[in-house]
Each structure stands twice: as C-alpha cells, then as structure tokens.
C-alpha cells in the first residue's frame, strides 16, 4: 500500500525553509538534496517521501517565498485609505524588500534574479488594484492595467541612479506626481 504524502507541516515546512535559505545562499545547482537534508538532520528518504525531485522543491520554495512576500504587503497595503498613505507606507516597504532580496540573490543568475522581480510585481498587481478600487478610480482603462502601469513605473523609477540619488522628501514627491499622473481621469 502507498504511503499517503505529507502536504503540509512539520518536517515537510522545514525542508522548504532550509532549501530556500540554500537556494539564495548557494544558487539553484550548488544546493544538493543531500545538503538540504543534513541540515534538517534527515535522510535522503525522508526527501522523496515530500518531494518526488528537486525541482518540484524549488517550485514549493519559489511558492512560499512568495506567499510570504505577498502577504506581508497585502496586510500593509489594503488599510491605505488614500495616495499618501500609500506612498508613505509602500516606498519603505518596497525598498526594505529590495535590499532584504539583494542580500539574499547570492549566487542567484541574473535570468533568475530578473524571473523574480516580474513574479514580484505579479504577486503586488492584485493587492495595488484591490487599493485602487477601494479609492474609487474611475477610468475607462480597467483597474488591472493601471495597477501595473503603477507597480512597473514605480519599480523602474526606485531602481534608477536619478531616484537614489534624491532625498527621502523628492523621493516620495517623485512617486506621489506619478501616481497622480496615471490615475488621472
């Protein structure tokens, strides 16, 4: 008879945690089954009887990551009953993130540091639209839209030199004028 698998919990949670602090620190290829299991304090076995191969633990971990990601900017984003509070609590946050994530990218390859930032913006386009629609924007572009061309721009303009190089007070200036501009009817 076969085993039923262990969805969640316990020992399965744990390798997840461990192989993500693997995955960032060592990159994808230098992190072996074996070296996720020794540090769990577990056996080869004890992998397979959670996760059928690496990959499919690289999925769960890219999940979780995630899930994780997105619900800490949820919480904080979803009580934003206006523009400035938006700003005021999403650049601290989002550049907290990016600092947490450049730490962590070790010997992550470019292509996937790049596959990350755009399932970053993927996982904050639903929470940005759901702020949007409680704010009321009307527009003939669906909220959708304007949620990304609000996240993308963002993003593109913390990333520049020009934005780093701006006080704390230019910085939120820059980003409240942008928002005013794309969601302007």
């Known amino acids: 008879m076969a085993r039923k698998a262990v969805l969640t919990g316990g020992k399965r949670d744990e390798i997840i945690d461990i192989a993500m602090k693997l995955f960032f620190e ?16 577990g056996e080869i076995g004890m992998f397979y009887h959670y996760f059928k191969s690496k990959d499919m ?20 984003l979803i009580s934003c009953e206006n523009k400035e509070a938006f700003v005021k609590t999403f650049l601290p946050l989002y550049e907290k993130s990016m600092g947490e994530f450049g730490q962590l990218k070790g010997n ?16 904050l386009k639903p929470i940005l639209a759901s702020v949007l629609k409680k704010w ?21 303009t913390i990333h ?17 004028n942008y928002i005013d501009k794309i969601i302007e009817e």
Request: proline letters at 1%.
């Open 160 to 176: 520049s030199e020009a934005y780093e190089k701006m006080s704390a007070t230019k910085r939120k200036k820059c980003i409240s």
């Open 108 to 123: 992550m390859h470019w292509s996937v540091q790049i596959a990350m930032h755009e399932r970053t913006l993927m996982e």
């Open 136 to 156: 009321n924007v009307k527009s003939d572009t669906p909220i959708e839209i304007i949620a990304g061309q609000l996240l993308y721009g963002i993003s593109a």
């Open 26 to 41: 060592n990159g994808y290829e230098a992190t072996s089954v074996r070296m996720i299991m020794n540090e769990v304090g």
């Open 57 to 76: 633990l690289f999925d769960q971990v890219v999940e979780s990551f995630f899930k994780k990601y997105r619900e800490k900017f949820e919480a904080m």
